[in-house]
Nanobody
């Protein structure tokens, strides 16, 4: 049973923008910290941004000021708005949900973001 469904990955030129979306089942979304991770070829998966149930975001240093994470509780969807994209942002981006109480983790299938001219 698919719990998290991502969309929005694409090929974009440097300096461009993309918005990723991740829809979750309501029971998971309402009780989870939602996050976006990415994994570039040959590199470890890294946390890009997360947002808690109260809407407080956190970002890894390399994306601060360029990326914005948000959550729409009515739609059980988390977004990642990515602006001023750089070639080093190229990676597969994964949606992640971590239940606050049980710490159970769910992953999406990943969506490819390629930044290239």
């Amino acid at each position: 049973q698919v719990q998290l469904v991502e969309s929005g990955g694409d090929l974009v030129q440097p300096g461009g923008s993309l918005r990723l979306s991740c829809s979750a089942s309501r029971s998971i979304f309402s009780s989870s910290v939602m996050g976006w991770y990415r994994q570039a070829p040959g590199k470890q998966r890294e946390l890009v941004a997360s947002i808690n149930t109260g809407g407080q975001p956190t970002y890894t240093y390399s994306v601060k000021g360029r990326f914005t994470i948000s959550r729409d509780n009515a739609k059980s969807t988390v977004y990642l708005q990515m602006n001023s994209l750089k070639p080093e942002d190229t990676a597969v981006y994964y949606c992640n949900a971590r239940r606050v109480i049980s710490a159970t983790v769910y992953w999406g299938q990943g969506t490819q973001v390629t930044v290239s001219s």
